[in-house]
């Protein structure tokens, strides 16, 4: 599969509402997010470029736009999430 690519949320603006891109109320990642290299920081604050409500994201199970984590099912049927070598990567912009 082709490199990651890395979107930014450039002209994104902050509103009263909070974040708006491309006329998306964009809400701040969840803590499952973090070390995804897609996370972007805007003003301070961090925001999923891919996905407007990370928290919804997650709350379906593992967020499958996620470069930090992936989903295994086991042999019991149960989705593991399986941190990838992401050390250097998280590292990274810090
Ligand atoms: S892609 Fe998924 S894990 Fe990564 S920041 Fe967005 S919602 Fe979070």
Redesign the pocket.
């Known amino acids: 599969m082709a490199k990651t690519k890395v979107i930014s949320l450039e002209g994104a603006v902050k509103t009263d509402a909070g974040l708006t891109y491309k006329g998306v109320v964009m809400e701040p990642?969840v803590e499952?997010?973090e070390g995804?290299e897609?996370?972007a920081a805007v003003e301070g604050d961090n925001y999923?470029p891919?996905?407007a409500q990370?928290e919804r994201?997650w709350a379906h199970g593992v967020?499958n736009?996620?470069?930090h984590v992936r989903a295994e099912v086991d042999k019991t049927g149960k989705v593991k999430v399986n941190p990838l070598k992401a050390s250097k990567r998280a590292a990274r912009g810090r």
Do not use: E, L, M, S
């Open positions: 990642i499952k997010c995804c897609r996370v999923c891919t996905y990370p994201k967020c736009f996620a470069t």
